[in-house]
């Protein structure tokens, strides 16, 4: 069964990193674009864009994307030969504290487009996980 499955959440500290993992099964991941997504808590149908990578991460006109606010302190990253897709974020902060989920849609076009579609969209792309918890605290 093809899925996608985020793992590496957890608590952590503030100031202190932490990488997420989006591990896909039954599908090759690098024939997608993937994008991660947060819900804060007490929000399950809100989910806010992280950043998004696209199929051709590896041309300088398609560079991962990050949405403005956790810029600087955000990486993404794929490994094929993992089948994976990560997302490092750097000197969290308690504002972090929430579900980060990822998905991948095969129709998207630029790591910029993928993060920023409306809502109908979002929930039409071919994959997405159930998330990781993340909470930042000390």
């Known amino acids: 069964q093809a899925r996608l499955v985020e793992s590496g959440g957890g608590l952590v500290q503030p100031g202190e990193s932490v990488t997420l993992s989006c591990a896909a099964s039954g599908f090759t991941l690098a024939d997608y674009g993937v994008g991660w997504f947060y819900q804060a808590p007490g929000t399950e149908k809100e989910r806010t864009p992280v950043g998004c990578i696209s199929i051709k991460d590896d041309s300088p006109y398609d560079s991962p994307y990050i949405v403005e606010s956790p810029k600087g302190r955000v990486t993404i990253s794929r490994d094929k030969a993992k089948n994976t897709v990560y997302l490092r974020i750097n000197s969290v902060k308690p504002e972090d504290t929430g579900s980060y989920i990822c998905?991948?849609?095969?129709?998207?076009?630029?790591?910029?487009?993928?993060?920023?579609?409306?809502?109908?969209?979002?929930?039409?792309?071919?994959?997405w996980g159930q998330g990781t918890q993340v909470t930042v605290s000390s």
């Open positions: 998905t991948a849609d095969r129709g998207v076009g630029s790591a910029r487009a993928m993060c920023s579609m409306g809502p109908q969209t979002l929930a039409g792309y071919d994959y």
